[in-house]
């Protein structure tokens, strides 16, 4: 079974830093492509940042260009977000997602628990 498994998050000051972690196992990192996804109280789910198979590609959402870093250990199948300077706008729950190809030539997602970030003084 794919499980996720999301870890890092806390409470921080503006400005400050974390690095958020998702464990994964059921899969290879080899056949998906990784997000971290957060949502934020009473808004919509809205990706971060995504890493492809093989880590050689990012791509992020502008509001976190610059400040967030998406990177990936495919041998231990873990995906990381640092995160720097952050905002009081960045509180939400982050979730980390598994978008898996399939022998079929499709894909499908899979979501792990959230870990919630708040960034407060």
């Known amino acids: 079974d794919v499980q996720l498994q999301a870890s890092g998050g806390g409470l921080v000051q503006p400005g400050g830093s974390l690095r958020l972690s998702c464990a994964a196992s059921?899969?290879?990192?080899?056949?998906?492509?990784m997000k971290w996804v957060r949502q934020a109280p009473g808004l919509e789910l809205e990706r971060m940042a995504t890493?492809?198979?093989?880590?050689?590609?990012?791509n992020y959402v502008d509001s976190v260009k610059g400040r967030f870093t998406i990177s990936s250990i495919n041998h231990k199948n873990t995906v990381y977000l640092q995160m720097n300077s952050l905002e009081p706008a960045d509180t939400a729950v982050y979730y980390c997602?598994?978008?898996?190809?399939?022998?079929?030539?499709?894909?499908?997602?899979?979501w792990g628990k959230g870990t919630l970030v708040t960034v407060s003084s």
């Open positions: 890493i492809n198979s093989d880590g050689s590609w990012t």
């Open positions: 059921g899969f290879t990192f080899a056949n998906a492509a």
């Open positions: 997602n598994a978008n898996i190809w399939t022998p079929e030539g499709g894909s499908r997602d899979y």
